[in-house]
């Protein structure tokens, strides 16, 4: 499948993954907001196979096939209380 990647220029390492180009009318208006402004980064044909740098390439092919749209999430960084280092 075909799907074409924005960053989010709003929050750090938050990428929206699309079936359409410039397309963002499967993407709820809360969603939209929150993650807007966006640059295109690319497109690429993802496939089972396709690894991803932080995502599993079926999770992600299931929701752009269900919904048209995907959002990959910053990673969740945990820091150590000061005691613990």
């Known amino acids: ?3 074409f990647i924005y960053k989010s220029l709003k929050k750090t390492e938050l990428y929206l993954y699309l079936t359409k180009k410039d397309d963002f009318s499967d993407l709820p ?13 690319m497109s690429l044909e993802l496939t089972p196979e396709r690894k991803l740098a932080r995502e599993d390439s079926n999770k992600v092919l ?3 096939q269900d919904k048209g749209y995907f959002i990959q999430l910053p990673p969740v960084i945990f820091n150590a209380p000061s005691s613990l280092q």
């Open 1 to 3: 499948m075909q799907c």
């Open 29 to 41: 208006e809360s969603c939209i907001d929150a993650v807007k402004p966006l640059e295109f980064v």
């Open 62 to 64: 299931k929701n752009l």
